[in-house]
């Protein structure tokens, strides 16, 4: 595999790990009754997700990329 389709495959692990992350932390939040589950687990996989990109932009800038 070339290093474009290496990059794109780390930013799908990343963004997935993200999502996946944010969704289960909405979910458990949706326990307090501050929000419904189905709201909550949206609002996590979103929050999951721009964390996750901020997450890979510090990595590859610490590696010089």
Do not use: E
Request: proline share 2%; charged share 25%.
């Amino acid at each position: 595999m070339d290093d474009d389709g290496r990059d794109f495959m780390q930013w799908i692990d990343v963004l997935a790990k993200g999502i996946i992350a944010g969704c289960a932390i909405g979910y458990l939040f949706s326990f307090t009754d501050l929000m419904s589950p189905g709201k909550a687990v949206a609002l996590g996989g979103l929050a999951g997700c721009l964390a996750s990109i901020t997450f890979k932009n510090r990595q590859d800038d610490k590696k010089g990329k």
